[in-house]
Nanobody, 123 residues
Framework: VQLQASGGGWVQTGGSLRLSCAAS????????MGWFRQAPGKEREFVAS????????IYAEAVKGRFTISRDNAKNTVDLQMNSLKPEDTAEYFC?????????????????WGQGTLVTVSS
């Protein structure tokens, strides 16, 4: 499956952004989806994951209560709504896919990656 992320940009502290990832070339509903991020000089880290049906999600502690992951299996998209953004959320954000109905939280568990979309939060 091919993944195309979009929606990054510049925002002030406390602002909101919505990232979107469009999938093609595979049966989207068979993939658990995830968002990861990578700040300059740091390792890629888990942000959120949503299982195939969309009925269950998991978040990193750093974003819990501020970010919401959702998916639309009819449109083959997975979104990440980011509210109350902080400077420490600044990073390149990547969508990821793994076949099956189990969350994944480690980068090495992902089978497919999209290109990153840059989010910059200014203080």
């Amino acid at each position: 499956v091919q993944l195309q992320a979009s929606g990054g940009g510049w925002v002030q502290t406390g602002g909101s952004l919505r990232l979107s990832c469009a999938a093609s070339g595979g049966t989207f509903s068979m993939y658990t989806m995830g968002w990861f991020r990578q700040a300059p000089g740091k390792e890629r880290e888990f942000v959120a994951s949503i299982i195939t049906s969309g009925r269950s999600t998991i978040y990193a502690e750093a974003v819990k209560g501020r970010f919401t992951i959702s998916r639309d299996n009819a449109k083959n998209t997975v979104d990440l709504q980011m509210n109350s953004l902080k400077p420490e959320d600044t990073a390149e954000y990547f969508c990821a896919a793994r076949r099956g109905s189990r969350w994944f939280t480690r980068p090495d568990e992902s089978e497919h990656w999209g290109q990153g979309t840059l989010v910059t939060v200014s203080s």
